[in-house]
Structure formats: structure tokens, C-alpha cells
């Protein structure tokens, strides 16, 4: 189903205003900056974007409320909002697929244990998921097709488990967590002890709590605790292929970007940010609001806030200095070289005279 909009009820729409454009024109889609035809709408969400918003095919477009946009294309319309990117979420919205309708009900192939404790009014179980005994699902939680809920797993209210994601056995999670395909809640903390030269299992008996609004990408892994609680605190998102692992406290509101992985009881405050492939060591503490950088190591206590980078990560301008360092070896040795001649050629003089 196609759907258009003129643009004053576009920006009615998004919260913002119309600073350039008529009113009456009309647009029936959406794009990125640089893709964007005629008739679509799109965004600057990143002021690096500004040389394509002035070649742009867009007919229209949001931007920040305090951008000047010099030599934009005359037919380009602008609506001025506070924050591009989220305002740009209402017209993905309305031009985007409906949202998936919410179908209560326990598919026949679905193989759900006995004593499970659900309303089967307002809970959806997928094909061939399986739900194991003791098992409590709050209202409104949907579970998809082949995701696997472990005994004794406590799910609450509005939950979205995807297709194939798996909560292994009393592992507790909140309302309105998401867990998207193949990410698993509750595997066995990786710990050994070498004995007589063979690696021992130790047993790893806690459990895994994931509070409200918490969401966790494809393929990531949270193991269980030890004994105790690996826990994640509302509000964090968690991106695909991450590792917590066991005993780790996450707080609130952290993100956690892809391929990072954060080794057994370690501690991170609110609001916590770990860009992608960021590497922390185990019994470490991290403060509120650290934001480190790609790629960097962190192997020791982060304990004010900022940004830090490198590894091992530095506060960030001690880490770029440090990064930039090895750059300038080259230069150094041939300097160190030029040296040793000059050298080598003062002492053949002395030894000459």
C-alpha cells in the first residue's frame, strides 16, 4: 500500500518546522541522503553528510535546527527538527511495513511443558519452539519460531524472543526484552582448573538476570554466573556477536557494539559505551559514562569519565598521541642513522689526526 503526505503534515509529523519548501508539495517515500529520487524524503543525521545533502535528488529533507545549509538544490525542501535521526523513525513509520500484529496463541508443533505458568490468550508461542517445565511467561510476550526457554526461565511482560534465540535453565529476564535470532542467555561460564595437566570444568550454578528494556543482538552470548548473577540493567543494548561473560555486572543504559567482549566479573557503571571491538579484561571496574573507542584493550580500572582510547586504553588524548607515535619510527631511525655517519665520520677525522 503506497501512502504520500504534503509537507506541512510532514512536519507536523515529525515535530519540526518547514523553513524551505511549499507547504502543498507532496512526497511518497523515503531514502538515504545519497540514494534518495525525486518524490522521497531523507535526513542529516551526521554533519559529515552535508556535502551530499547539496547534491542530493531528494525533494525533501530534515536537518538540524541550527544548520546553515549553503548551495542546497532549489527544489530540495528543508523541515528544521531537534534530532534528525530519531524524528526521521516517525516518517520510517509511516512509510515503512506494518508492524508485526500480535497473535496470541500456542502453535500445534510448539511443544511447551506442562506446569509452564502463561495465559495463553496473551502470550504467542511460535512452530517448534520449546518451552521446558516451570517456566513463567508474562502477558503479552511472544516467542518465536525455534527459540528454546530453559526450566524455571522467568520471562515478564511484552517480551520478544526471536526465531532460535535460546534462555537456558532460571535465567530471569524483565519486561520488554528483546533477544534477537541465535543470541543465547544462561551458557556455562568459561572456567577450568588445570589439574594434573587436564583442564577441569568447574561447575558454574548462578543464573543470568537481564532487567527491563533491555535489548541483545543476534549471536551474542551472556553466560551464567558462577554462582550469584551475571546481570544486564535496563535499558542496555547490546549489538550482535558481543560476549559477557560470567559474573559481569552491566549497568544501566550501556551500549555495547559489536564484536567486544567483556571477560568474567567485571563491572560497568551507567552509561557505559563500548564501541566495536573492544576488548576488557576480567575483575575490572569501569565508571559511569566511559565511552572507549574501537579497538581498544582495557586492562585496568577506569575510574572517571570520558573517553578513552588505545590499547591499553588511555584517556583519549594520551591514547591518540600514543597511537600516532609508531608513525613516526621510520622518520626516527633514518634520523638515528644519519647520526651514526656523522659520527662515523667524526671519529675516522680524530683517529686521522
Same mark, same amino acid.
Given at each position: 500500500?503506497?501512502?504520500?503526505?504534503?509537507?506541512?503534515?510532514?512536519?507536523?509529523?515529525?515535530?519540526?518546522?518547514?523553513?524551505?519548501?511549499?507547504?502543498?508539495?507532496?512526497?511518497?517515500? &523515503?531514502?538515504?541522503?545519497? %540514494?534518495? !529520487?525525486? *518524490?522521497?524524503?531523507?535526513?542529516?543525521?551526521?554533519?559529515?553528510?552535508?556535502?551530499?545533502?547539496?547534491?542530493?535528488?531528494?525533494?525533501?529533507?530534515?536537518?538540524?535546527? %541550527?544548520?546553515?545549509? &549553503?548551495?542546497?538544490?532549489?527544489?530540495?525542501?528543508?523541515?528544521r527538527v531537534k534530532n534528525p535521526t530519531l524524528a526521521f523513525s516517525s516518517v520510517i513509520r509511516f512509510?515503512?511495513?506494518? =508492524?508485526?500484529?500480535?497473535?496470541?496463541?500456542? $502453535?500445534?508443533?510448539?511443544?511447551?511443558?506442562?506446569?509452564?505458568?502463561?495465559?495463553?490468550?496473551?502470550?504467542?508461542?511460535?512452530?517448534?519452539?520449546?518451552?521446558?517445565?516451570?517456566?513463567?511467561?508474562?502477558?503479552?510476550?511472544?516467542?518465536?519460531?525455534?527459540?528454546?526457554?530453559?526450566? *524455571?526461565? !522467568?520471562?515478564?511482560? %511484552?517480551?520478544?524472543?526471536?526465531?532460535?534465540?535460546?534462555?537456558?535453565? #532460571?535465567?530471569?529476564?524483565?519486561? #520488554?526484552?528483546?533477544? $534477537?535470532?541465535?543470541?543465547?542467555?544462561?551458557?556455562?561460564?568459561?572456567?577450568?582448573?588445570?589439574?594434573?595437566?587436564?583442564?577441569? !570444568?568447574?561447575?558454574?550454578?548462578?543464573?543470568?538476570?537481564?532487567?527491563?528494556?533491555?535489548?541483545?543482538?543476534?549471536?551474542?552470548?551472556?553466560?551464567?554466573?558462577?554462582?550469584?548473577?551475571?546481570?544486564?540493567?535496563?535499558?542496555?543494548?547490546? %549489538?550482535?556477536?558481543?560476549?559477557?561473560?560470567?559474573?559481569?555486572?552491566?549497568?544501566? $543504559?550501556?551500549?555495547?557494539? =559489536?564484536?567486544?567482549?567483556?571477560?568474567?566479573?567485571? #563491572?560497568?557503571?551507567?552509561?557505559?559505551?563500548?564501541?566495536?571491538?573492544?576488548?576488557?579484561?576480567? $575483575?575490572?571496574?569501569?565508571?559511569?559514562?566511559?565511552?572507549? &573507542?574501537?579497538?581498544?584493550?582495557?586492562?585496568?580500572? &577506569?575510574?572517571?569519565?570520558?573517553?578513552?582510547?588505545?590499547?591499553?586504553?588511555?584517556?583519549?588524548?594520551?591514547?591518540? !598521541?600514543?597511537?600516532?607515535?609508531?608513525?613516526k619510527i621510520p622518520d626516527l631511525i633514518e634520523r638515528v642513522r644519519e647520526l651514526e655517519k656523522k659520527?662515523?665520520?667524526?671519529?675516522?677525522?680524530?683517529?686521522?689526526?
Amino acid at each position: 500500500m503506497s501512502h504520500s503526505i504534503n509537507l506541512k503534515q510532514l512536519a507536523e509529523l515529525v515535530g519540526g518546522e518547514l523553513a524551505v519548501g511549499a507547504a502543498e508539495k507532496v512526497v511518497t517515500g &523515503l531514502n538515504s541522503i545519497m %540514494d534518495a !529520487k525525486p *518524490g522521497e524524503v531523507t535526513f542529516l543525521g551526521n554533519v559529515r553528510y552535508v556535502p551530499a545533502l547539496k547534491t542530493t535528488r531528494a525533494s525533501a529533507a530534515l536537518v538540524p535546527e %541550527d544548520l546553515e545549509v &549553503l548551495d542546497a538544490p532549489a527544489e530540495l525542501a528543508l523541515i528544521r527538527v531537534k534530532n534528525p535521526t530519531l524524528a526521521f523513525s516517525s516518517v520510517i513509520r509511516f512509510f515503512g511495513p506494518p =508492524s508485526s500484529e500480535f497473535v496470541p496463541g500456542v $502453535h500445534s508443533t510448539a511443544i511447551v511443558a506442562r506446569n509452564v505458568v502463561f495465559d495463553s490468550q496473551q502470550v504467542s508461542i511460535g512452530p517448534h519452539a520449546v518451552i521446558e517445565s516451570d517456566v513463567t511467561i508474562g502477558a503479552g510476550t511472544t516467542i518465536h519460531a525455534g527459540a528454546y526457554i530453559g526450566r *524455571g526461565v !522467568k520471562l515478564g511482560t %511484552d517480551c520478544v524472543i526471536h526465531a532460535n534465540a535460546v534462555v537456558k535453565d #532460571r535465567c530471569v529476564l524483565g519486561n #520488554r526484552v528483546i533477544l $534477537h535470532s541465535g543470541s543465547v542467555v544462561g551458557t556455562d561460564g568459561f572456567g577450568y582448573e588445570l589439574v594434573k595437566g587436564r583442564h577441569q !570444568k568447574i561447575d558454574q550454578v548462578g543464573i543470568v538476570q537481564i532487567d527491563d528494556d533491555v535489548e541483545i543482538g543476534s549471536c551474542t552470548t551472556i553466560d551464567r554466573a558462577r554462582f550469584g548473577r551475571t546481570w544486564i540493567g535496563e535499558g542496555t543494548k547490546i %549489538d550482535n556477536l558481543v560476549q559477557i561473560a560470567h559474573n559481569c555486572v552491566v549497568g544501566k $543504559h550501556c551500549i555495547i557494539v =559489536s564484536q567486544t567482549g567483556v571477560s568474567g566479573s567485571t #563491572r560497568l557503571g551507567n552509561y557505559v559505551t563500548l564501541a566495536g571491538q573492544v576488548g576488557v579484561v576480567g $575483575h575490572l571496574e569501569v565508571a559511569d559514562q566511559v565511552i572507549v &573507542l574501537a579497538k581498544s584493550g582495557v586492562t585496568k580500572n &577506569l575510574t572517571e569519565a570520558g573517553a578513552y582510547t588505545g590499547f591499553p586504553a588511555r584517556p583519549i588524548a594520551e591514547g591518540r !598521541k600514543m597511537m600516532a607515535l609508531p608513525a613516526k619510527i621510520p622518520d626516527l631511525i633514518e634520523r638515528v642513522r644519519e647520526l651514526e655517519k656523522k659520527l662515523a665520520a667524526l671519529e675516522g677525522r680524530i683517529t686521522s689526526e
